[in-house]
T-cell receptor, first 117, second 111 residues
Framework: GAVVSQHPSWVICKSGTSVKIECRSLDFQATTMFWYRQFPKQSLMLMATSNEGSKATYEQGVEKDKFLINHASLTLSTLTVTSAHPEDSSFYIC?????????????FGSGTRLTVV | RKEVEQDPGPFNVPEGATVAFNCTYSNSASQSFFWYRQDCRKEPKLLMSVYSSGNEDGRFTAQLNRASQYISLLIRDSKLSDSATYLCVVTTFSGTYKYIFGTGTRLKVLA
């Protein structure tokens, strides 16, 4: 089945630094990649939708200058948390769909647990 | 009102029990519906799609009621390994498909 590889799995960084998270679609082309954030005991909240070769669409309340998204190829999308602060600590997860698959569900990356200290 | 609402639980049930979860959604134009399973600190995994005619996959049965705007998941003969959070997902289309997640219902199957 479709696999989305997400790295790193977890990262601890100092306040003020930037962290890049990568999501790669393996064996399929991901025209669209979705980025979510999940705080403890809460649902996944869509942050932004990235489309290959164009600017990402951000959800209301998500700062585009803080969460930089790049989707330069059909198999790679990145999310950079710039100048991270402790309140950015969360579980970040990407998802994409193999458009050639009969399964209409989306495949998720394994997630990145970010802790900002 | 949230777009997708679920009872967060937890539902504590004994092994072998039958348990059902409901999920309501507010957007009548919603197009597709899914149940995902999420284990603690892991990514969600697709459990099953939900069709208007209802569908079954082994011990799991999903139903959709468009008129009342709710979907349900029934788990028969619960196993310990069914313990997880079950997420209701509804998609809408506005230029691109958006996945809207419910907060999830936590299930604990007890020995």
């Amino acid at each position: 089945g479709a696999v989305v590889s997400q790295h790193p799995s977890w990262v601890i960084c100092k306040s003020g630094t930037s962290v890049k998270i990568e999501c790669r679609s393996l064996d399929f082309q991901a025209t669209t990649m979705f980025w979510y954030r999940q705080f403890p005991k809460q649902s996944l909240m869509l942050m932004a939708t990235s489309n290959e070769g164009s600017k990402a669409t951000y959800e209301q309340g998500v700062e585009k200058d803080k969460f930089l998204i790049n989707h330069a190829s059909l198999t790679l999308s990145t999310l950079t948390v710039t100048s991270a602060h402790p309140e950015d600590s969360s579980f970040y997860i990407c998802s994409a769909r193999d458009r050639d698959s009969a399964n209409y569900g989306y495949t998720f990356g394994s997630g990145t647990r970010l802790t900002v200290v | 009102r949230k777009e997708v609402e679920q009872d967060p639980g937890p539902f504590n049930v004994p092994e072998g029990a039958t348990v059902a979860f409901n999920c309501t959604y507010s957007n009548s134009a919603s197009q597709s519906f899914f149940w995902y399973r999420q284990d603690c600190r892991k990514e969600p995994k697709l459990l099953m799609s939900v069709y208007s005619s209802g569908n079954e996959d082994g011990r799991f049965t999903a139903q959709l009621n468009r008129a009342s705007q709710y979907i349900s998941l029934l788990i028969r003969d619960s196993k310990l390994s069914d313990s997880a959070t079950y997420l209701c997902v509804v998609t809408t289309f506005s230029g691109t498909y958006k996945y809207i997640f419910g907060t999830g219902t936590r299930l604990k199957v007890l020995a």
